[in-house]
C-alpha cells in the first residue's frame, strides 16, 4: 500500500535580499503564504541553537521586538524560473515584408517539446513570428495573423542533442514561401559528437507555401523562449529552451545559405544582430545582463535569471581556454528552464534595524497557524567598528552554494557516498516538488549541465534553522549555529561579519579583532577575501578555523549582484564537471576550480587542508607529541594524556567527520606548525579526494589509508599572531556534549580564550 | 545523447552480472543480514557485508525505484518512500512507522534484497526477516 505525496509541505515561505545589514539600514522581506491561511505573524529573534537532535541543547531562540513585528495579511507569490534575453518591442521589429531569422544554436533538450529560439510572438494574440524548435525536436518557422490563424513548419529532421547547428526560416512576403534551414556544424571540439557520426555536417531544407503573414504584436522579442502574457509591468516567458545559443540575427530579406554564413562573421544591413561576446572585457563579462545589438536600430536587450555566460561557441576550436583572450570563439550564452536569479516577489515588509541592536545571528520568524519559516539574516556591528574582540566569519558563500541542494533526491548514487539512505525532512520534501525555488551549486540543470550561479534573493530553504541536511547531519547555517550557540554559553561576546563584508573591506575589516573564528565548511572563497585573512595573518591576526574543507573553490561575484556567486567546476572533488573550455569564471575572467590549483592550497594559510569525506559516521582525535611540547600542551590544559579527542558529538557521533583536513607539508603546511593530534579509526566510506592521487590505486578509504585523517594544528605568525585549525567539519557538532563539559569544548575555550587576550602566544 | 547509449548500457548491465555472481552473490547469507541488523552504520563490518551494501547502494536493479527515508516527526519517526527518480517526481510513501532510524535502514537492506528478484535470496531474506 502507498500513497503519493502530491505536494510540498511548506504552506509559507520568504527570504530577504541579502545576508548582512548594520544597525540603520533597512532589510527588505518578500513571504509567500498559502491563501486558506489568512493572515502570519512575523517576529524577528535572535537564533542561538537549531539543532533539534534529541541529544542536544535543543532549539532555542530569543525574540525581538520591533517596529515590524505583527500580523500581516498573507498573500501568494509566484516565481518564474528560466532564463532568456528580453528586448523590448520596436518598431523596426514588426517585419511586413519577407525577413530571414537565424541563429547558431547547440540544443541540450530537443526532444522536450517546445521551445523558443528567437520570437517575436505573443501567446494571448497568437500573433507574430518566432524560429522555434517544435514538439517532434525539429527547427521550425511559427507564424501567427492575430485572427486566429497559426502556422508551423518544421524541418522534419530531429535535431542531436549536444550539436552545434546553424539554425534559419525565411519567409518571402511576396510568395508566401517559408525556408526552415538546420545544417549540423561539428568542429573537432565544439561538442562532445564525432565527426565521423552519420549525422556530422547534415544539411536539412524545406519549402513550404502559407497564406499565414505575421501580424502585428507589441510582444516583446525573446530569445530562449517566448511571451506568454503580461503579469503588471512584467512579461511572463514560456517556451523556455534548453541550450546555448549564438549570434541571432533579424533580416529584412530572404538568405540562402551563403547569405547565413555571412552574417555569422559579418552582420551587415541587418534588422538586429546581437554578438553575446561584445560584453567580454579583459577582467570576465563586464555587463553580465546586457545583451548589444549592432544593427545600428539600438535593439538592446537584457538577460533575465542569469543565464551562464563566457560559453564556448561554435567556432571553438579547443586551443584557447582562457575566453578573455579569444572573445570570438565565446559568444554563446547557456540557456536554462530553471535558471532563477532573484524570486522577483512584491516586498511585504522592511525591517530598520536598530541602534543598538547587538551583531549576531538573527532571523524573521513567519508563522500562520502550524505552518512556520524562518529567513535568517546577519546584523552586523555599525560600520568601521567593532562591539567585540572576537568576530564569527559567517561562511555565506558556503550557505550559497548549498542552498537548495537536491543531492538527497536528484544525486542517484549518494547512499554509497554517506553509507545509508538519505533521511528527508518537510525543507526536503518541499524543495525537490518546488524546483521553481532554483538550484544549488552541487545540482545539474533539467538538461544535465551543472549549476555554476547561486544568489540570495529566493527562499532558501536549506539556510534555515531547525533544518537537517538530507545525508542525515546538520550542515552549514544550522550546523554553525552550534558554534553560536557555544559563544553564548560560554560568555564569549562576538560579533558576525559575512563572507561579502570580508571580500568588500578586507584586512581592514579583521584587524578591528583579537581573534576570528570561520564556521565548519567555509569552502567558498574569493580572491579578495584569501587576501584579507593572509594580511590579517602576517599582521598579528589570530585566527580558527574550527572546520574542514575550507578556502577550497575559486568563487566570484556577480559585478551587477553582489549577492549572486559563482564557480566552475574541475579537477577538484566535485558533483559535476565544467565543459571543455569553460574552466574560467564569467563573473572575474579568474580561472575556476581549486584555489589549490592555482597554487594557494589551504595548507599554506591555515595550515591543514581537504584530505577525504565521507558522510556515515564521525571518530576521535588522539593526542600526539607536539600536544606535550612546551609550545602545544596550553592547548590541552584541563585534557588527559590519554584521552580521546571527540568520540561524542551531534555530528556522526565524533568530532572528526563528514569531510576532513590533513597537515601535508608537501602542499605548504608550515614546518613549525605543532601537529597536536590525528583522527582515526575512520571507515572505507570517508574516501581520499581525488585530486590527491595521479594514477589510479586501491586502498583510498579511512580503513586502509593513513593520509585521511583530521589533523589538530597550531602555529605562530609574525607580530605574534597565530593559525589554531581543527581539520574537521564535526568539530562544532561536540563542543555542547556533557552539557558543554567536554574535551572538544574544553580544546576550542582553551584556544579562544588565549587568542582573544593580549597575552603573547605561545611559540 | 548518441544512440549508441542502448548498446553501453546493456554491456554495463552484462558486466554487471557477473560481478554479481562472482562477487556478492556468495555474501548473502543469514549471517550476513544479521550483522547489519546489529549495526547497520558504521565502522566494523566484514568484508562481505561491506561488498552486499556497495553493490545494493549503486541501485543496481533496472527499473526499481531508490529508497528514501522521510523523517515525520523529528528525530523520532520515519517512513520508507520509493524514489522513482527525475526532478520532482512523486514520492511513493509506505505505511510502516519506525521509531528507530537503524531499523528502518535495516528495512530498506531488505527491500533492496527482495528487488534483486532471485528466489532463493527471497527466502534467505524471508526466513532471516522471521
Not at chain 1, 584586512?507 to 565548511?521: D, K, M, N
Request: hydrophobic fraction near 35%; charged fraction near 20%.
Amino acid at each position: 500500500m502507498s500513497k503519493n505525496v502530491v505536494s510540498g509541505p511548506m504552506r509559507i515561505l520568504g527570504y530577504c535580499d541579502r545576508p548582512n545589514v548594520r544597525p540603520g539600514e533597512t532589510l527588505d522581506f518578500y513571504v509567500s503564504c498559502a491563501p486558506e491561511l489568512g493572515s502570519y505573524q512575523a517576529d524577528i529573534v535572535k537564533l542561538v541553537h537549531g539543532d533539534l537532535d534529541l541529544r542536544g541543547p535543543g532549539f532555542k531562540e530569543e525574540v525581538v521586538a520591533t517596529a515590524v513585528s505583527g500580523r500581516y495579511q498573507g498573500r501568494e507569490q509566484q516565481t518564474y524560473p528560466g532564463s532568456y534575453v528580453l528586448v523590448e518591442d520596436n518598431p523596426a521589429l514588426t517585419l511586413d515584408g519577407s525577413f530571414t531569422v537565424q541563429a547558431l544554436i547547440w540544443p541540450t533538450t530537443p526532444a522536450k517539446g517546445p521551445q523558443g529560439i528567437v520570437t517575436k510572438w505573443s501567446d494571448e494574440e497568437q500573433a507574430g513570428y518566432g524560429l522555434i524548435l517544435d514538439e517532434a525536436g525539429c527547427v521550425a518557422l511559427q507564424l501567427g495573423d492575430g485572427s486566429g490563424r497559426v502556422a508551423r513548419i518544421g524541418s522534419g529532421e530531429p535535431l542531436v542533442e549536444r550539436c552545434w547547428y546553424l539554425v534559419a526560416a525565411s519567409f518571402d512576403a511576396g510568395t508566401g514561401s517559408v525556408r526552415v534551414y538546420q545544417e549540423a556544424v561539428v568542429g573537432a571540439a565544439n561538442a562532445p559528437i564525432s565527426r565521423h557520426d552519420t549525422f556530422a555536417d547534415l544539411i536539412t531544407m524545406v519549402e513550404h507555401q502559407t497564406d499565414v503573414a505575421p501580424g502585428r504584436t507589441s510582444a516583446p522579442l525573446v530569445m530562449a523562449g517566448w511571451a506568454s502574457r503580461r503579469e503588471g509591468d512584467r512579461t511572463i516567458v514560456d517556451g523556455h529552451y534548453n541550450g546555448k545559443l549564438e549570434r541571432p540575427r533579424l533580416t529584412g530579406r530572404v538568405l540562402d545559405r551563403n547569405g547565413l554564413w555571412a552574417l555569422v562573421d559579418d552582420a551587415a544591413d541587418v534588422v538586429g544582430a546581437w554578438d553575446f561576446a561584445d560584453q567580454i572585457g579583459p577582467e570576465g563579462v563586464v555587463r553580465f545582463s546586457a545583451v548589444t545589438d549592432s544593427s545600428g536600430n539600438g535593439l538592446h536587450g537584457a538577460t533575465v535569471n542569469g543565464p551562464v555566460r563566457a560559453m564556448t561557441g561554435h567556432n571553438w576550436t579547443g586551443a584557447e581556454h582562457v575566453y578573455t583572450h579569444a572573445p570570438d570563439q565565446y559568444g554563446a550564452i547557456h540557456f536554462h528552464d530553471d535558471d532563477l536569479d532573484d524570486a522577483r516577489w512584491d516586498v511585504d515588509f522592511t525591517l530598520t534595524v536598530p541602534d543598538g541592536l547587538r551583531s549576531g545571528v538573527y532571523a524573521v520568524r513567519l508563522r500562520a497557524g502550524e505552518h512556520e519559516d524562518y529567513v535568517p539574516f546577519y546584523v552586523l556591528p555599525p560600520k568601521g567598528t567593532a562591539t567585540a574582540r572576537i568576530a564569527f566569519l559567517a561562511p555565506t558563500n558556503s550557505y550559497l552554494a548549498y542552498a537548495n541542494d537536491h543531492m538527497g533526491v536528484d544525486a542517484e548514487l549518494i547512499q554509497l557516498a554517506i553509507g545509508r539512505s538519505v533521511v528527508l525532512g518537510p525543507q526536503d520534501l518541499h524543495k525537490h516538488i518546488h524546483r521553481e525555488l532554483g538550484n544549488s551549486l552541487y545540482d545539474l540543470h533539467t538538461d544535465g549541465s551543472g549549476v555554476c550561479y547561486s544568489s540570495w534573493q529566493r527562499p532558501l530553504l536549506t539556510v534555515r534553522p531547525k533544518y537537517r541536511h538530507a545525508f542525515g547531519n546538520v550542515w552549514q547555517f544550522n550546523a554553525d549555529l552550534h558554534l553560536v550557540d557555544w559563544f553564548a554559553e560560554k560568555g564569549f561576546e562576538v560579533d558576525v561579519v559575512t563572507d561579502r563584508d570580508l571580500h568588500d573591506e578586507g584586512v581592514e575589516l579583521l584587524s578591528r579583532y583579537q581573534a576570528v573564528v570561520t564556521g565548519s565548511h567555509p569552502e567558498y572563497t574569493t580572491g579578495p577575501m584569501l587576501d584579507a585573512i593572509e594580511a590579517y595573518l602576517a599582521s598579528g591576526g589570530r585566527f580558527m578555523y574550527l572546520g574542514g574543507n575550507g578556502f577550497y573553490w575559486v568563487t566570484g561575484y556577480n559585478p551587477e549582484n553582489p549577492n549572486m556567486i559563482e564557480i566552475r567546476r574541475h579537477n577538484g572533488t566535485q558533483m559535476w564537471t565544467a565543459e571543455p573550455g569553460e574552466y574560467y569564471l564569467g563573473f572575474t575572467g579568474e580561472m575556476g576550480g581549486l584555489w589549490r590549483n592555482r597554487g594557494r592550497a589551504p595548507q599554506k594559510m591555515v595550515g591543514v587542508g581537504f584530505i577525504a569525506q565521507g558522510q556515515d559516521i564521525s571518530s576521535y582525535y588522539r593526542r600526539k607529541p607536539d600536544s606535550f611540547a612546551p609550545g602545544g600542551s596550553w592547548v590541552f590544559e584541563g585534557v588527559g594524556a590519554d584521552e580521546l579527542i571527540g568520540d561524542f558529538g551531534l555530528c556522526g557521533d565524533g568530532a572528526a567527520g563528514l569531510e576532513l583536513d590533513w597537515y601535508e607539508p608537501g602542499l605548504g603546511s608550515p614546518s613549525h606548525a605543532y601537529l597536536l593530534a590525528s583522527s582515526e579509526g575512520h571507515t572505507n566510506v570517508m574516501l581520499e579526494v581525488r585530486e590527491n592521487f595521479g594514477t589510479t590505486m586501491p586502498a583510498h578509504g579511512g580503513d586502509e589509508q593513513p593520509n585521511v585523517r583530521a589533523d589538530l594544528v597550531y602555529f605562530t605568525t609574525p607580530h605574534d599572531g597565530g593559525v589554531f585549525s581543527t581539520g574537521s567539519i564535526a568539530w562544532c557538532g561536540a563542543l555542547s556534549h556533557n552539557e558543554y563539559d567536554n574535551n572538544v569544548s574544553r580544546i576550542t575555550e582553551n584556544v579562544l580564550r588565549r587568542f582573544a587576550s593580549d597575552e603573547a602566544l605561545p611559540q | 545523447m548518441s544512440g549508441g547509449t542502448d548498446k553501453a548500457v546493456q554491456a554495463g548491465r552484462e558486466v554487471d552480472r557477473h560481478i554479481f555472481t562472482q562477487q556478492v552473490r556468495p555474501t548473502i547469507t543469514p549471517e550476513t543480514i544479521a550483522e547489519h541488523r546489529a549495526n547497520p552504520f558504521g565502522a566494523g563490518h566484514s568484508p562481505g557485508l561491506e561488498i552486499l551494501l556497495r553493490y545494493l547502494r549503486r541501485n543496481p536493479v533496472p527499473g526499481e525505484p531508490r529508497y528514501v527515508l522521510l523523517e515525520t516527526k523529528p528525530y523520532q519517526e520515519w517512513v520508507i518512500a520509493r524514489h522513482p527518480g527525475g526532478k520532482a517526481a512523486p514520492l511513493a510513501v509506505t505505511e510502516a512507522r519506525f521509531t528507530s532510524q537503524a531499523e528502518a535502514q535495516h528495512a530498506i537492506f531488505l527491500a533492496r534484497l527482495r528487488d534483486l528478484g532471485d528466489p532463493e535470496v527471497t527466502r534467505i531474506v524471508d526466513a532471516a526477516a522471521n
